[in-house]
């Protein structure tokens, strides 16, 4: 063999043996944290979690999961969505001991830093973490890890809003042609929300009552949809100089007028419905549009409709019928995700940490967010690229492409001091609209009632927050 | 054999003897008395101190944290003056809750005490299976107000609740009523759930009250040729007026607490607009962690209940 020949075949051997090597020698941080949470068999860890589908998962499958892998038992606690902030708050300020893992929104980071409610994470991380697997979380919910550079949470559910449509109503040749004339422009999943109005009452003069244009939820996380709207409308929270509340300005009135004048393309009674109805009604093909978290995709296509806890979803009536899109204005809200941290009160923090690293891995939270029961959604590019997440069904790869976009687009929820105080009356303010008190009015008790909280809370420490959260891209989008 | 404070019978003897006598049974039955008074005192003494403990210490610490400033931003505990007491002065959705609370109070409570009255005098003579209806009759009584909300919350619901249905069969086509929505309906939906769950209570404890009037009386009305309606105003109604008024007193002290079941239906809202006393206190105190303002507004609150429940008692007095 000539020379040049033999140090081609030994350089290429090299080469392969190198790869093999780099390949065996990558990180996974699923089986780090298992063999590392070996030495803690025997202890049980307490967890509070969202009541209902999401402390599900924990229940049945990834606690007993992690007993099978470690030993180590997970007891949940579920709590209500509105009382995990308020309960978890005030075991820690109890000095109760009672959670050693956390459910907290990245809204609530802040707040709950400031009390030293919440156990920095970073020599975890640095011991027992695998640094490739940030590098994988989407950007979009990489912030909400971190705060004043320090990390206090993983991320385990992406939220963000998209708009459910139905492509069969949508690519009907007779409807397209009729709205055509009608409107002046294509029917398609609407982009802005004149036109949002303009599709949902033209399905709904044309089908109602066997189907209406959309169903809005209107009770329940209506700060997340108000807000969502309210920006893209143009609307700014506060004056940055004198952060007197401007949630009442025009853009504001005109967000929540169009709002509730659009409740009157939907279904009688579509004012009390909450995430359960808007999911059945589409479900059951009652309405062609909604906007939802991401697990909707998955329950309209039927994923694990016959798993006994999805028992109460209704039947899919839409299997493949469901299109995928951004919400009217392309920038949907990233509505509160869920993060896992560790109580500073616990006894089993590094146990604890183990857990949560265990279920944000690339490893095992892709089959999480694969799963209807648990409603964890993707949060990892890998997650929008896994081969197996796109074969899952037909349209998976429209919804994994359009999860990204929302993801990458999607409005930052507002976050400064004391920021639950704030949704709460958002909400407040924009379901008693829905219930019929003038728009006008319920924002300007709301800007009344935001100039009173800044107040208490302080002016300028509240102005130094908001300016902090409105200087990242993702708070305004301009 | 001696008994405690009572000098034993003197049969005679010199008066001076008498008088030295007399002085040391009175010292040893004072001793005795004083013995006595302690030992009653030690038996109460554990109740009491629990009572203590468990009432006037979180009073008092109540107090002391109106005066300072917890919340979930700040953590001062140095006397802070009566920032919080002056804040109260212009909150007016406490003031709100405070006005929805007494509405529901003055709609819920005459109609549980004409509902409880009617079924009172319904059953008052005996009928077929009594015992029966009256057992079936206070369930609501016994469930939850928690589950009590609940349920009425699924009742009224437009699309799964079977209210809305049917009173869109009555009506011959489909009635949409928000009854947790709209602020008309809201306060109906309220108070019909509270006067379901306790009218049942009015009834029980009128029914005690009318089985007692003394029959004589209601037989000589009757001789007389007293109606109906006038028997019972002159003769039924001052007879069972005391057990009527702690009957309304005690559902009236629980309507001014009220929170479950306007929990479960509204979460105090269409906004805040069916916000109860309590509920608005808990959405400060433990969603909010206001916790030095809401101890100011429950000191204030509790004083001026306690004037407007002191001046009740003594109209019930001077009508007895």
Redesign the interface.
Known sequence: MRTKTRISVVGGALLLQLAALTASAEENAAEKAVDAAKQYSGITLNSAEEAGLMAMLGINITGPEWKDLTGIGLNVTEIPF??L??KQ??EH?AGSGAYDIMTIGPSWVA?MV??GALEPLDPYIEKYGVASEFDDIAPAFKDWMTFEGKTYALVVDGDVHLLYYRKDIFEDPENKEAFKAKYGYDLAPPQTWKAFGEVCRFITDKYAPDLYGAGLI??GYMHFFFSERFRTYGGKFFDPETMKATVNSQAGIDALTDMVNQLDCQP??V???GFG?SLSALNAGEIAMTISWPPIARWAQGINADEQALSWVPESQVIDKIGYALPPGGHPELASGIMLAVSPDSKNKDAAYLYIQWLHSKQESLKNVMRPLGLRDAFRISHYESPEYQALWPTAPDYLATLRQAGEQGYSDLAI??T??YW?SMG??V??A????DPKQ?LD?LAA?WDGLTE???LD?QKAAYLDWSSKPSAYRE | MRRGGVPPPHSGGQSGDSVASAAVSAESASVQAGDTRLFKYSLIAPATFIMVLVAVFPLIYLIVVSFQRLSLSDDITSFSGFVNYARILSDARLWDAVFHTLFITILALPIELLLGMLLAYHFLDDRPLKRLFVALLIIPSVISPMVAGSMWRLMFDDRYGPINQIVSWFAGHRVSILWTIDIVWAYPAIVITDVWQWTPFMFIILLAALANVDREQLDAAAIDGASGWRTFWEVTLPAIRPVMMIALLIRGLDLVRLFDSVWQLTRGGPGSATETISIYAYIRGFQEFDTSYIAAVVVVLAILFSVGLVLVLKRMAIAR
């Open positions: 509105e009382e902030f308020p708050m005030l300020k707040d400031r009390n209107n009770t009688p009674g004012q009390t419905w109805e001091l004391e639950y105080k709460d407040r303010a379901v008693a829905i219930g019929g008190k319920s008790d009632e208490q809370i302080g420490r």
